[in-house]
Nanobody, 122 residues
Framework: QVQLVESGGGLVQAGGSLRLSCAASGRAFSTYAMAWFRQAPGKEREFVVGISPGGGARDYAESVKGRFTISRDNAENTVTLQMNSLKPEDTAVYYC???????????????WGQGTQVTVSS
């Protein structure tokens, strides 16, 4: 069982930066792949970025490649998403998710946080 709590969302101007954090409870954090998904109003939830259990593999959606960076600290049970050069189209609720294997498919993730709102103004 893993419980996830996101933080760090907010309002930022286009071109700005935000840093999202996801704190996980449970002893098995280091065995889970972690990912960030986002969902904008009227749109389906989409994969943003994921990281393997040990942190050696990362997978970025094309829309955020070069702008977002995911990292994890297995000693602290946290995963972080650094978002730079933000665009209005990045506006969404961002969700942290934990799963057995790194996938881009949301159904493959068993545990989800409550989400944090990111709004980028133009």
């Amino acid at each position: 069982q893993v419980q996830l709590v996101e933080s760090g969302g907010g309002l930022v101007q286009a071109g700005g930066s935000l840093r999202l954090s996801c704190a996980a409870s449970g002893r098995a954090f280091s065995t889970y792949a972690m990912a960030w998904f986002r969902q904008a109003p009227g749109k389906e939830r989409e994969f943003v970025v994921g990281i393997s259990p040990g942190g050696g593999a990362r997978d970025y959606a094309e829309s955020v490649k070069g702008r977002f960076t995911i990292s994890r600290d297995n000693a602290e049970n946290t995963v972080t998403l650094q978002m730079n050069s933000l665009k209005p189209e990045d506006t969404a609720v961002y969700y942290c998710a934990a799963g057995v294997v790194l996938f881009r498919i949301s159904a493959r993730y068993s545990y989800w946080g409550q989400g944090t709102q990111v709004t980028v103004s133009s």
